[in-house]
Each structure stands twice: as structure tokens, then as C-alpha cells.
């Protein structure tokens, strides 16, 4: 692949390079991190004309790519798991402009460059994640409780593949959105705007059952930014010298105070990630309708579930962990896959599988990534 060095200065092989580049956080699942592979090179592309020469190079030489932001993923969609993948790094292909009700992104720009006031949901790892890299393999945040998730509030993207650019709006966004880079190279996506937020304010609240948190929580729909209901092991673990119930509520509401940041991060963002790096326990995570949600009540394991909203409608996107049955009264959202088949419901998936089949059907496109 030394001949990419010919077209991009920033072209780099040196193993610890690649050692960095072949990870991203889903180093916490075992089963993730044991199939990556080295990729072949690294490739910093810092605007779109570096987008059109790697993909005259792609035609010309068959190679397979990664399109990566910060590495924050925590589902191994940035592990190369193909021989001789090249990873192109997108972290410098940036720029934003606001205009009406929209903001038009270039996939490199960060969160904290655009600024959270105004999005309609943000990654728990906003403080690091490019905008293109969560349009691509996030789901939910801050914000989702209100908006809907990433797919409900992105309006039109422009993306490369093998056949030609496309501009994809409504529904049809839905060929790239959480694709995890299986499609193409995205290369520009326009976004909805909300209501400038104040701040965010944490609040905390604990009853004895269940039935009281949700009951409690079910009356903040609509208001608050985020809610997760935890059990006493998990909120206990995040927060060890607080004060908790059997059930406890964690929730952010639009506040004149400013942005809690370190808050939002300590306990929210990083619950699940932080218990799970802590305890070393098997996880995974069931997607449950609000009216089953009442049958998970223990405290024989750690459960954080986080209430959320996608195409209208509102659920509880739940991590169980060191649980020793995990109850199936909802649609399971696997973190021990790279395989997007096992995340993306039915409907959204079927705009990526006829997108792939159409633009990309020898997989040089994060190859491995998607049944197709």
C-alpha cells in the first residue's frame, strides 16, 4: 500500500500506529476485541478531495477502508476485522454552519467544536466523538428522551461509494445512518436544530420499588433531557457515597444553572461503561417497552435502564450486568457484535442492506461489518 503515500502526506504504517488505530472502546467486550487485526496503513483525509482520490484509488486497486473519527464506539464498528484494511481518518475533515432550523457538518467536527446547546441529542461521549463518526454508529444520548434518536433528527447526508456521490434526504438517510460505514464515506450531513437549551441539571431520586421509579420517571416525559432508572447495585457502584434507595431515577431537565458536564459525565454517560470496566462482569443490553419494564425488578445484579425514544416511540434501552438470566421481554441489542444485522431494526436495516447491495457489493466498505 505504499503507493498511498504517492497521493496523501499523511500516510503511516509504523506498528504503533496501527496498534492504536486497530481499537476503539470496544476493548471492554472480549468478544469484540479478539477479532481485530492490524490494519495495512493509516490515511488522514482533510477534505473532500481526498475523499474522491481514494475512491479512484479504491477502484483502481481493490482495497477495503475504515472510515474513523475519535475511536469512541463501543460496538468494534472502527475494528479493522479484514487483512490489508486501510483506516482513513477522518479527524481533520472539519466545519459547520448553522443555518435556520439545520446544521451542516462535515464528519470530522467534534461536539465540543459545534457546541451541545442547541443539537437535538448527544453522545454520551460527546466531550471526544466527531459528529460523523455518531451519525454513523450511535443510536441514542442526551436529548433522545424529547428528539428521538439519531436517525429521527439527521435530514440529509452526501456520501461516497464505488458508484458515484449521493445526496440522501428523509427516509433515504437511513441507508447511511448507524451503518457504521458499511455504505460509503459520508462526507457532509445536515442535522435538525431545537430550541437552544440554558444548561442541564442533574437531579436524583429514590423510592422502594419499581413501580414508584417508573411511575415518577413516566411524569418527566416530555420534560426532562434524559432519565435512567437504576437499581441499588448499579447506583451504588457509580456513586458510593450517596445516599440510594432500592430503585433510584437520574435525570436532566433544562436548567439556567449552565451544563453540569462533570456530572453528566460521571454519572450518566459513563455508568455502564464505568461498572462494567470495574467489575469485569458479563453485559449486554435488551431494548423493553415501558409497560413490561416493571418485570426486571432485583438486586441480585447491576441494571441501569435508560428511557429513550426512536420513530415515536418510547422504550427503555437497559443494561444488564453480572445478571445471571437476562429477562427477554424486549428486542435484545447485542454489544458483543460488530454486526450491524444484530442492532438495526427491521425497517432501517433494509435501507442499508439495498444501499450495500447497490454501491458496494464486493464489501471494500468497513468489509465484515453487515449480512448482506
Not at 60 to 87: C, M, Q, S, W
Not at 292 to 300: A, F, R, S
Not at 322 to 348: A, W
Request: hydrophobic share 35%; with cysteine.
Amino acid at each position: 500500500m505504499e503507493f498511498l503515500s504517492k497521493y496523501f502526506k499523511e500516510f503511516y504504517t509504523s506498528r504503533d500506529i496501527l496498534e492504536k488505530y486497530s481499537i476503539d472502546y470496544a476493548y471492554l467486550s472480549p468478544i469484540l476485541s479478539s477479532k481485530r487485526k492490524l490494519p495495512k496503513a493509516v490515511v488522514k483525509i482533510k477534505n473532500e478531495e481526498d475523499v474522491k482520490k481514494i475512491i479512484e484509488l479504491m477502484k483502481e486497486y481493490h482495497f477495503p477502508i475504515i472510515v474513523r473519527g475519535n475511536g469512541t464506539n463501543t460496538l468494534g464498528a472502527t475494528i479493522p476485522i479484514k487483512e490489508d484494511t486501510i483506516v482513513l481518518d477522518i479527524t481533520s475533515f472539519k466545519g459547520f454552519e448553522r443555518k435556520g432550523e439545520s446544521i451542516t457538518v462535515f464528519p470530522g467536527t467534534e461536539f465540543n467544536e459545534v457546541g451541545i446547546n442547541d443539537l437535538p441529542l448527544i453522545p454520551t461521549s460527546f466531550y471526544m466523538a466527531t459528529i460523523g463518526g455518531f451519525v454513523e454508529g450511535g443510536s441514542l444520548g442526551f436529548g433522545s428522551l424529547k428528539n428521538g434518536a439519531v436517525w429521527d433528527n439527521v435530514l440529509e447526508v452526501e456520501v461516497y461509494t464505488l458508484k458515484g456521490k449521493y445526496t440522501l434526504n428523509g427516509s433515504d438517510v437511513y441507508s447511511v445512518v448507524q451503518s457504521a460505514g458499511t455504505t460509503g464515506i459520508l462526507t457532509k450531513v445536515k442535522i435538525k436544530l431545537v430550541r437552544k437549551r440554558e444548561g442541564i441539571e442533574i437531579l436524583k431520586k429514590s423510592f422502594n420499588s419499581l413501580s414508584e421509579a417508573l411511575d415518577f420517571s413516566l411524569d418527566l416525559l416530555g420534560e426532562a433531557e434524559f432519565i435512567s432508572i437504576r437499581n441499588y447495585p448499579m447506583a451504588k457502584e457509580i456513586e458510593p457515597e450517596t445516599t440510594w434507595g432500592k430503585w433510584n431515577v437520574i435525570y436532566g431537565i433544562d436548567s439556567e444553572k449552565g451544563f453540569q458536564l462533570r456530572d453528566i459525565v460521571t454519572t450518566f454517560a459513563g455508568a455502564y461503561f464505568t461498572v462494567v470496566s470495574k467489575t469485569k462482569l458479563p453485559y449486554n443490553s435488551v431494548d423493553i417497552p415501558l409497560e413490561n419494564l416493571n418485570k426486571i425488578d432485583t438486586q441480585e445484579c447491576y441494571i441501569d435502564a435508560e428511557l429513550s425514544k426512536s420513530s415515536g416511540q418510547y422504550f427503555s434501552h437497559t443494561y444488564f450486568i453480572g445478571c445471571s438470566n437476562i429477562p427477554m421481554i424486549g428486542k435484545q441489542f447485542n454489544l458483543h457484535t460488530y454486526k450491524i444485522n444484530d442492532r438495526v431494526e427491521e425497517k432501517r436495516l433494509k435501507y442499508i442492506l439495498d444501499f450495500k447491495r447497490k454501491v458496494d457489493p464486493d464489501d471494500l466498505f468497513n468489509p465484515g461489518k453487515v449480512d448482506f
